[in-house]
């Protein structure tokens, strides 16, 4: 039924994988839409943009440093600089 419309088989497959990393999981249709949802999404995404930062970075348009805790901070790069930025 819904492999018809692309929205809606986005829609199953959050829902689907939100199950598959917590499988114990069980909501009502408020729950699954306020909580569910946007989790699934914010990590699906989340992994889009960080391939995306690795590439621009990669092409040398973004400079990222890391930072103590182990996270990285991404900005332009510095004027004049060249080299790799990672």
Known sequence: MYSRDSSLQEIAELVLAYLRRHPDA??????IVGWWLPLQRYETERGRIENVLDALVEDRLLRRE???????????????????NA
Request: hydrophobic letters at 35%; glycine letters at 20%.
């Open 26 to 31: 069980a909501d009502t249709l408020d729950g």
């Open 66 to 84: 890391r930072l103590p805790d182990g996270g990285a901070l991404y900005a332009l790069p510095a004027r004049g600089a060249d080299g790799p």
